[in-house]
């Protein structure tokens, strides 16, 4: 089955650097991808919907300028944090939308992030 | 092996009508937690509801409720008097341990549209 992967798994990093996160999709091309800021135990915040070769539409509330989203292909898309800080920390999570079947997802393991 | 399995890719039902959403699991951990999430077409991912392993009873949440069949490993949402505004994605999700990462693994997910 369709499969999407996140690159790094886990990551550290000290408070002002910038750590760049990875969504791939490694079977099949997705035209939309999303991107989730996990909250403790339970909700998914929708940060940005990401379509191939356009700009990222973002949620009210994340910054574009701290929460950089690249869709440069049909099977990859990155999400930078700019300048981190503690209050980031968190686990981010992606999700791919298949073109041909339009509905069906497929999520991410998912990404922690750890800001020192 | 699919830890969540969501056999269901498309539903339709009345406005008014009940609904039973499928979802079932895999896992040899005693301690998990099995969620249901909505994604309208903005893309938000909005929790419904949860239901903990060693729960007693099935959870309810107002016109929701999670049909927990444990030795059966299924998880099935059930929608009471469907509203056109039930229309969406539909998400079951599983998050394995206790203490353990706060991301659960997702099922492909089921489009469900309510007919007037």
């Known amino acids: 089955g369709a499969v999407v992967s996140q690159h790094p798994s886990r990551v550290i990093c000290k408070s002002g650097t910038s750590v760049k996160i990875e969504c791939r999709s490694l079977?099949?091309?997705?035209?939309?991808m999303f991107w989730y800021r996990q909250f403790p135990k339970k909700s998914l915040m929708l940060m940005a919907t990401s379509n191939e070769g356009s700009k990222a539409t973002y949620e009210q509330g994340v910054e574009k300028d701290k929460f950089l989203i690249n869709h440069a292909s049909l099977t990859l898309s990155t999400l930078t944090v700019t300048s981190a800080h503690p209050e980031d920390s968190s686990f981010y999570i992606c999700s791919a939308r298949e073109a041909s079947t339009g509905n069906e997802q497929f999520f991410g393991p998912g990404t922690r992030l750890t800001v020192l | 092996a699919q830890k969540i399995t969501q056999t269901q890719p498309g539903m339709f039902v009345q406005e008014k009508e009940a609904v039973t959403l499928d979802c079932t699991y895999d896992?040899?951990?005693?301690?998990?937690?099995l969620f249901w999430y909505k994604q309208p077409s903005s893309g938000e991912m909005i929790f419904l509801i949860y239901q903990g392993s060693y729960d007693q009873q099935n959870a309810t949440e107002g016109r929701y409720s999670l049909n927990f069949q444990k030795a059966r490993k299924s998880a099935n949402l059930v929608i009471s008097a469907s509203q056109l505004g039930d229309s969406a994605m539909y998400f079951c999700?599983?998050?394995?341990?206790?203490?353990?990462?706060?991301?659960?693994?997702f099922g492909r997910g089921t489009s469900l549209i309510v007919h007037p």
């Open positions: 079977d099949f091309q997705a035209t939309t």
């Open positions: 896992t040899s951990d005693p301690s998990y937690g």
């Open positions: 999700a599983m998050r394995e341990g206790v203490g353990g990462s706060y991301i659960p693994t």
